[in-house]
């Protein structure tokens, strides 16, 4: 255990992304309660960590059958940056490092793109649609697990970004309560 605590900065990015990676079904999101620790404590470095974690998990038996998602074995790494990616299209990217947490929903040339940097919203996109904004503030507190009125700050930051008309307020509100991968679903799922 000495590992987690010589580099809790460092676990803390491993430990969010693996509440991402749980959310989504992904295989390494599914471990059993303390693996994550145990793959760390072997584990020189966040990037030894991607490319241990599938091949440990193996070894130690616990990657079987799963569920949709089930085929990504492990989080990416590239720039110092932890990288899950979520959505049958991969429409969903979170890259988390020391101290920042951001969420990136996109399709095609729209996106919506929040984060959490060093404890402040931050928040950008591009003809990004409500549900955009309710996807992504979903997401971040899935990965930060804040507190309850840490939470209400990030859903009240991105439902600024929605905007004012009450039609995008509902969108995003209808999403945003949503905590399982329906959240992906189109607006002719939702409404129905």
């Known amino acids: ?18 509440r991402l990676a749980r959310w989504a079904n992904h295989a390494w999101g599914l471990l059993p309660d303390g693996a994550i620790a145990e793959v760390w404590n ?3 470095s966040v990037k030894a960590f991607c490319d241990l974690v599938a091949g440990y998990a193996v070894a130690r ?17 590239a720039a110092g940056e932890l990288i899950v990616t ?3 299209h991969g429409q969903i990217e979170a890259r988390i490092s020391r101290g920042r947490t951001v969420i990136v929903y996109q399709r095609h040339d729209r996106y919506a793109a929040a984060g959490i940097v060093n404890g402040v919203v931050a928040a950008t996109g591009y003809h990004a649609e409500p549900r955009y ?5 979903r ?16 859903r009240e930051a991105l439902r600024k970004m929605a905007g004012e008309e009450p039609a995008a307020l509902g969108e995003f509100d209808r ?6 991968p329906e959240i992906l679903a189109g607006p002719e799922v939702i409404a129905a």
Do not use: H
Not at 139 to 154: S, Y
């Open 1 to 18: 255990m000495d590992s987690v605590y010589k580099n809790v900065e460092q676990y803390n990015c491993v430990v969010r992304a693996y």
């Open 86 to 88: 979520i959505g049958s």
């Open 61 to 77: 038996g616990w990657i079987a059958d799963g569920p949709a998602g089930y085929g990504v074995w492990k989080p990416a790494y």
């Open 133 to 137: 904004w309710a996807r992504v503030g």
């Open 42 to 44: 072997i584990c020189p």
């Open 139 to 154: 997401l971040l507190i899935v990965a930060e697990q804040p507190t309850d009125v840490e939470a209400e700050g990030i």
């Open 175 to 180: 999403y945003f309560v949503l905590t399982g």
